[in-house]
């Protein structure tokens, strides 16, 4: 019987974390690389300016590798897999963690009612947050399946397992437009809950795990009066801390998980409880 330590012992593994200079990205790519693993850290928004202000002088840690990937193109993510098996070997953990929730430069209908929710939003936020997983799935999964090991954590939401409850986005209502938390969202998270049960199935023979791994909202110095509505929403009354999710990414990280596959772990204090 493995001991506690050995059950979550990740060190020495190659992982690798769309998204990871994130808020949560970050966080993810710490825990591991200060868990022994070797992390490349796959962000469109990777340079030298971006890494230092958030990594400071972590960024020279040699278990770090940055890579400017984009997850809507496979040659990219194509180009970053060879990167990372030329400086370490095939990956072990996958996080697909990169998404969007709005895309930047959002036009004002936005946020607007969903009848007239823009076509050019819907397709900029499933590409990155559905195809984009895919993608990531196919050619990063696909080499995992291919040495015959690996573990896979798609990052969803709350909003993708129960509608967003639009009452707490009424109060921007008050001070001006009407505010809809938008459509494109929601698919593209419970699109993933079905996608780790394909993959699941589709890759137990071939020693790859597939889970799904769903957050309740993080505090980042939110508005008051959005503070107040979402907490009040919340059973343990609050936001997670951006920290508060790691234990989890390590946990389907390692064997401590090893009989978990095709599932979902939910942590939201308590939102989808009521
Ligand atoms: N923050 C929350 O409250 C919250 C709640 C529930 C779920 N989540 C989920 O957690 C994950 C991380 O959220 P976050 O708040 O840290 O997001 P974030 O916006 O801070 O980080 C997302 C990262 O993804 C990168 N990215 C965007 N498009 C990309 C592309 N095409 N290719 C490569 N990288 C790309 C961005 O550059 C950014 O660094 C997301 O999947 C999100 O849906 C977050």
Redesign the pocket.
């Known amino acids: 019987m493995p001991t506690p330590a050995e059950l979550f012992n990740i060190a020495g593994k190659i992982a690798v974390v769309?998204?990871?200079?994130?808020?949560?990205?970050?966080q993810f790519v710490l825990t591991l690389a200060d868990s022994g693993a070797r992390v490349a850290v796959?962000?469109?928004?990777v340079d030298e300016d971006v890494v230092a202000a958030r990594f400071g002088e972590r960024r020279h840690d040699p278990a770090l590798l940055f890579c400017r990937?984009?997850?809507?193109?496979r040659a990219s993510l194509e180009a970053g897999l060879r990167q990372v098996q030329e400086t370490w070997g095939t990956p072990h953990i996958l996080i697909?963690?990169?998404?969007?929730?709005s895309p930047p430069n959002a036009p004002a209908t936005e946020n607007g009612p969903f009848e007239t929710y823009p076509e050019s939003s819907l397709d900029a936020v499933l590409?990155?947050?559905l195809k984009?997983v895919v993608l990531c799935c196919q050619v990063i999964g696909g080499a995992m399946a291919a040495a015959g090991r690996g573990s896979i954590i798609n990052?969803?939401?709350?909003?993708g397992l129960v509608s967003p409850d639009q009452r707490i986005y009424a109060y921007r209502a008050a001070a001006g437009a009407p505010f809809f938390k938008p459509v494109a969202?929601a698919i593209s998270?419970s699109g993933l809950l079905n996608l780790t049960r394909y993959l699941a199935t589709y890759w137990a023979s071939r020693g790859v795990r597939v889970n799904t791994l769903?957050?309740?909202?993080?505090f980042?110095h939110q508005d008051e009066a959005f503070l107040q509505g979402y907490c009040a929403r919340v059973p343990l009354g609050r936001?997670?801390r951006?920290d508060e999710y790691n234990g989890a990414i390590l946990f389907l990280a390692s064997e401590a998980s090893s009989y978990m596959t095709g599932a979902n772990l939910v942590i939201d204090g308590g939102w989808t409880a009521w």
């Open positions: 769309t998204g990871g200079l994130g808020q949560l990205g970050r796959f962000d469109s928004r990937v984009n997850v809507t193109d697909n963690n990169a998404a969007l929730d590409a990155v947050n984009g990052i969803s939401s709350i909003y969202y998270k769903t957050f309740g909202g993080v980042n936001m997670a951006e």
